[in-house]
C-alpha cells in the first residue's frame, strides 16, 4: 500500500513547522510536535517523575472493552486505580525506568502514554490515518515499536515523552501485521501478520528489504529467545508453536501446542516458552532447549475455557510467576510456575488483555 499516501493526513499538521518528509518506497520519517498533552506533565524530564517514593509492584492492564486501563497492586491484589483511556486499547508496555506506561490505541491511530503513579495522560502520539496500533515493545533505548495493523507496519517512536520525538514508519508489505519482537540490538523486527499467514523481517537499518515466509494459520505469538538465536511463532489456527532461524525464517522445528495458542512467551531465565491456549484454557509449556512439549498447566477446564476467554499472557521477571488475561470474565489469573496452581484471580476492568508490570 501507498504508506506516503496513508501518512498525508497526520504529516499535513507538522507542514507548517517544515518537519514532515516522505520519501515514496521508503520507510517514512517524520517529527513531531505535540498532539494532545496534559498541561502539567507534558514535556516534563522522564526524571522528574521519581518522587523518592519506593514503588509497589503493579500490573498495569489494558481493558479493552472498557476502553480504560487499570493499575493492580500486586502485593494486595487490588485495583486501585483505573483512568478512561481511548477507544479499545489491547495491548501496553512500560518504560525502562518504569514511570510511563504506553497503550496501544486499536480502536483509533494513537499510541497514549500515562504516568504510572496516577495514570494521568501525560502524551497522545498521533500515528496516522487507518493505523489501528497493536503490539507494543518499549525499548531500553527509549524507543517504542509499535506495529498498525491497518495499515501493516511498524512504527518506530524515538524519545516518546520528548516534544521533538522523531517517528519512522516501516511497511511489512503484508496484511494484517499483530505482534511483534524486536532483537537485543534494536536493529531487526519481526511481525506475525495474521491475514497474510506470514512472519515478516525487518531490517530497521534498511540495508534488506522485508522478507516474509508463510507460517501456519494465522500466526499471532511471538518471541525471541533470550539468546537471540531462534524466533518462536504460534499459530493459533494450526494449534501449533515454530522455531524459526531468526535471518532467514526457515522452520527449525514444530511443536504441538494446546488449542488455539493465540500469545507465546518465553520465561525470563530463557528455558521453557509457553504458549497461551484459548480454547481449552491451558498453557503449552514447552522446552527450548529439547523444543519438546514438557508439560500442561490447567488455568481453566475446557468447560470454562469460553466464559474465561484467556488471551495474553506475562512472565514476572523472577519467572516464579505468571500472569494471564482473561477477558470474557474481566479478570487476571496469578499462577505459580512451579505448581501450575492458580494462586488467585485479580479483578480488572471490562475486557482485560494487554499486560505488563512495574517495576
Known amino acids: 500500500m501507498n504508506v506516503c499516501a496513508s501518512l498525508r493526513p497526520a504529516l499535513a499538521s507538522f507542514a507548517a513547522f517544515g518537519l514532515g518528509a516522505c520519501i515514496p518506497g521508503q520507510g517514512v520519517t517524520y517529527e513531531t510536535t505535540p498532539g494532545r498533552y496534559s498541561p502539567v ?103 517504542i515499536y509499535v506495529t498498525t495493523e491497518g495499515r501493516g507496519s511498524i512504527v518506530q517512536i524515538r524519545d516518546p515523552a520528548s516534544f521533538m520525538r522523531r517517528i519512522r514508519e516501516y511497511p511489512t508489505e503484508q496484511q494484517g501485521s499483530h505482534m511483534l519482537a524486536i532483537a537485543p540490538d534494536w536493529r531487526t523486527a519481526w511481525t506475525v501478520d495474521m491475514e497474510s499467514n506470514t512472519v515478516t523481517r525487518l531490517d530497521l537499518s534498511e540495508q534488506e528489504p522485508p522478507r516474509s515466509v508463510k507460517i501456519g494459520e494465522q500466526p499471532e505469538g511471538i518471541a525471541l529467545s533470550t539468546d537471540a538465536t531462534t524466533l518462536w511463532v504460534s499459530a493459533r489456527g494450526s494449534d501449533m508453536a515454530f522455531a524459526l532461524d531468526p535471518e532467514t525464517l526457515a522452520v527449525r522445528s514444530m511443536v504441538r501446542t494446546g488449542r ?100
Open 41 to 143: 506533565l507534558a514535556g516534563t524530564p522522564e526524571s522528574s517523575f521519581d518522587s523518592g517514593e519506593p514503588i509497589r509492584p503493579a500490573l498495569f492492564v489494558a481493558n479493552k472493552r472498557g476502553n480504560s486501563i487499570s493499575k493492580i497492586d500486586l502485593e494486595t491484589g487490588e485495583e486501585i486505580v483505573r483512568r478512561d483511556s481511548c477507544t479499545n486499547p489491547h495491548e501496553l508496555a512500560t518504560s525502562p525506568q518504569g514511570n510511563l506506561v504506553a497503550l496501544a490505541c486499536y480502536g483509533g491511530t494513537t499510541v497514549d502514554l500515562f504516568d504510572t503513579r496516577e495514570l494521568a495522560l501525560v502524551a497522545s502520539i498521533e500515528l496516522g490515518e487507518n493505523a489501528r496500533p497493536h503490539g507494543i515493545v518499549w525499548g531500553q533505548n527509549d524507543t
Open 260 to 359: 488455539f495458542p493465540l500469545r507465546l512467551a518465553i520465561r525470563p531465565q530463557g528455558d521453557v516458552a509457553i504458549t497461551s491456549n484459548l480454547r481449552d484454557g491451558s498453557l503449552s509449556v514447552i522446552d527450548l532447549d529439547t523444543t519438546r512439549l514438557v508439560r500442561k498447566i490447567d488455568v481453566s477446564s475446557s468447560d470454562e475455557a469460553q466464559e474465561r476467554a484467556q488471551v495474553t499472557i506475562l512472565w514476572a521477571d523472577d519467572g516464579e510467576r505468571i500472569y494471564v488475561a482473561e477477558t470474557a470474565s474481566n479478570t487476571v489469573a496469578e499462577i505459580d510456575y512451579a505448581s501450575g496452581q492458580v494462586l488467585r484471580r485479580l479483578a480488572t476492568g471490562e475486557g482485560g488483555d494487554g499486560l505488563a508490570i512495574v517495576p
